[in-house]
């Protein structure tokens, strides 16, 4: 574990303190709060890190100074809170960050510490960040997944985030709590190399950074409500109103030319009217004046400043219409030199959708997949699912052949039946007026050309060099895990399972169950299932099975657990939903590590013999990534190294997948004789909540280093 040198100091400071704290703020008995919240500590010094804020104390964020030297940037100190924004010129409760979304972009350079001060603002609800693509070796605790790294920051408490930069790449953060990530809690985390390759290019002028995400009218509460509900009631959240880029969309029009530009959209698109934007302004400003005496005219005058209170809002408070760069719905635009090379990073945290994009007159090289160089290769348009990260080379067009003075970018919806209209942004060349492209954005392709994505997975070959090692062979893997996906029905609510297990995540964190040595008293300690039944018929939805190709299906908080090193194959299975027929794609997403995307194959995966068919799977130069699509009716083959000691989520990124539980945990070298090393250094922040808390005030100062290991 490299980088935990880092930790030793102050994990040993924090112990004696917040063990300390604890014993005096509770002597007895546990916070009337219940299992879920974190003891306080009111005492905890500011120095320390990382801290728990009470609300009693200064609410004010605290700096925080590391005990070690941290190398890299100053602490990010955010509060997340609720705001109003207009991400597509109409207004919506969010999740912002100062008061703003999307969340501050943190730029880093490879192997810098990163600090973020995390203030939770939000009156009724815990939040937790988790930083995607970084690896946090060594560091298992600040991954910010709810239930499985760390306890929910309560509502007024803080923490502290530390980790370091691991490797060059395109990330991104966002929340990881019920469906935080779809109320807008996210934002990029770019990773600079201090020896770029590209920026060696002579023509190299510089990043552009996209960051994608799509956008509901309906909050996630109702959003989240509507999936747990029971047999007939489910409700779907169906296709996102919007997709924003950087943030920013246009709701129920389109900047560029309507029509033709993308098939299978069923709605009346309109072209975004700057005139309109501008005559509600001006009737906005007009003034409600009272016209005439008495109290008729008073309430005229009422009835009309009402009205205007109405209709004025969404355009007051996004400040000007769709086309006005200032406004908090866009349009985005790019500014570039001609002849130029620009490093555009793609990255994507839609809640559903996944997407295309394209640029207008512009090839792209790709040269990057998840924080990963990649064999450079040309193509005209990118997909990309959630969770997943690219980055593309454009080359400007020389000065002499610049035609027109902006193009359009394009992101439109793959995949599934698109009922949300693309979203546009400018490439605008030096010296040009501030005006949109002329002409047709390019065409999204057909939406159920799932043979395009896959010959686009298909061409990521990693890029031989430093950072790049090939998978262990063959030979060497320990353990394949075959994961079936499917949809069942668990007492009369629709669950996603995998191999008929459907994911709930325990009231206490995992990490806490394995370091105080409580595990069984905090999930089902049953190994999670390996495989499926020889007999299951993928091309059959799981009601119309032979019983004997079924178990029943269970809710629960199972994990599967790899001893320290290990080298394991995963190979994801899908199969038929409960629909006869239908399948759909998943973005699979791994904490803690990158895998190799061994390869892709078609129906029913058979490990023995497909896993070792070159014509499937590539040993030589298979693509490191944190995020691989799972095709419909196909399988998917990973493999990974089970080097980074921690709890880690395994998980479809598609977000309210996930909520119904399409997930796994992975307990990754929690050995007894690791344990006690992770009891003393896991912040106590992290972890002290439900039965951990109740276990450390039952055992409250025996010293971490000679106590006896925890029987569980
Ligand atoms: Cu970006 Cu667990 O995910
Ligand atoms: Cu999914």
């Not at 990973?638 to 945990?665: K, Q, S, T, Y």
Request: overall charge negative; hydrophobic content about 35%; some cysteine.
């Amino acid at each position: 574990m490299p980088s935990v040198e880092l930790w030793d100091a102050h994990a040993v400071h924090l112990l004696t303190c917040c063990a300390l704290v604890l014993a005096l703020a509770h002597p007895v008995a546990p916070s009337s709060r219940g299992a879920m919240a974190p003891a306080p500590t009111p005492n905890a010094p500011a120095s320390a890190t990382p801290t728990v804020q009470s609300p009693a104390t200064t609410p004010a964020p605290v700096p925080v100074t590391p005990t070690t030297p941290a190398p890299g940037p100053a602490p990010h100190v955010w509060n997340v809170e609720y705001i109003l924004w207009a991400p597509d010129c109409k207004q919506h409760g969010m999740i912002g960050i100062n008061g703003a979304f999307p969340g501050p972009t943190i730029t880093a350079y490879a192997g810098d510490l990163i600090t973020v001060v995390v203030n939770n603002k939000l009156h009724t609800e815990g939040v937790v960040i988790h930083w995607h693509g970084i690896k946090q070796i060594g560091t298992p605790w600040a991954d910010g997944t709810a239930s499985i790294s760390q306890c929910p920051i309560n509502p007024g408490e803080t923490f502290t985030y530390e980790f370091k930069a691991d490797k060059a790449g395109t990330y991104f953060y966002h929340g990881h709590f019920g469906m935080q990530r779809a109320a807008g809690l996210y934002g990029s985390l770019i990773v600079l190399d201090r020896d770029d390759p590209f920026e060696k290019d002579p023509m190299y002028a510089g990043d552009l950074n996209m960051l994608l995400s799509d956008w509901y009218h309906e909050a996630v509460y109702a959003q989240a409500a509507g999936l747990e509900r029971k047999d007939d009631h489910f409700q779907w959240v169906g296709e996102p109103q919007t997709l924003l880029i950087n943030g920013k969309g246009q709701f129920g029009c389109t900047l560029g030319d309507v029509g033709k530009f993308q098939k299978g959209i069923h709605r009346d698109a309109t072209k975004c009217d700057r005139r309109d934007g501008e005559r509600v302004e001006a009737a906005c400003d007009a003034g409600c004046e009272r016209k005439g005496k008495g109290s008729e005219a008073e309430k005229e005058k009422a009835a009309c400043e009402d009205e205007k209170a109405e209709n004025c809002g969404v355009v007051r408070r996004s400040e000007c219409g769709p086309f006005c760069r200032e406004t908090q719905c866009g349009p985005v635009v790019f500014d570039v030199e001609p002849g130029r090379t620009y490093r555009l990073r793609i990255a994507s945290t839609t809640s559903l959708s996944a997407l295309n994009v394209q640029v207008q007159g512009h090839k792209l090289t790709v040269v990057e997949a998840d924080g990963n160089l990649v064999e450079p290769f040309d193509v005209d348009d990118i997909d990309i699912y959630s969770g997943e990260s690219y980055s593309v080379l454009l080359n400007t067009t020389a000065a002499k052949q610049v035609s027109s003075p902006s193009y359009w970018i394009s992101v439109g919806v793959i995949g599934r039946r698109p009922r949300t209209l693309p979203a546009l942004a400018v490439l605008r060349y030096a010296g040009s007026k501030n005006e949109l492209p002329a002409g047709v954005p390019p065409a999204t392709p057909a939406w159920d050309d799932v043979g395009r994505s896959k010959e686009f997975a298909k061409k990521l070959k990693a890029r031989a060099g430093p950072g790049y090692r090939a998978p262990p062979g063959t030979t060497r893997v320990h353990r394949t895990i075959a994961m079936l996906n499917t949809q069942e029905l668990v007492d009369g609510q629709i669950k996603w399972a995998i191999n008929h297990v459907s994911l709930s995540l325990p009231a206490t964190p995992y990490l806490g169950a394995y370091a105080y040595g409580i595990q069984g008293q905090v999930f089902d300690t049953t190994p999670a299932p390996a495989t499926f039944h020889s007999s299951y018929d993928i091309e059959k939805p799981p009601q119309e099975q032979k019983p004997e190709a079924v178990q029943p299906v269970t809710v629960s908080d199972r994990v599967y657990t790899f001893a320290h090193g290990e080298v394991v194959d995963v190979v994801l299975q899908n199969a038929d939903m409960r629909k006869h027929g239908v399948s759909e794609s998943h973005p699979w997403h791994l904490h803690g590590h990158d895998f190799w995307v061994l390869g892709y194959g078609e129906g029913r995966c058979d490990p023995e013999q497909d896993l070792k068919n070159k014509e499937f799977i590539n040993t030589v130069n298979p693509p490191l990534r944190n995020t691989a699509v799972l095709f419909p009716h196909g399988w998917t083959a990973l493999r990974f190294v089970a080097d980074n000691p921690g709890v880690w989520a395994f998980h479809c990124h598609i977000e309210p997948h996930l909520h119904m539980g399409m997930g796994v945990v992975f307990a990754e070298g929690m050995e007894e004789r690791r344990l006690r090393e992770l009891k003393l250094k896991v912040p106590r922040e992290a972890i002290m909540c439900g039965k951990t808390a109740l276990a450390a005030m039952a055992r409250p100062l025996a010293p971490a280093a000679t106590s006896p290991s925890p029987s569980p």
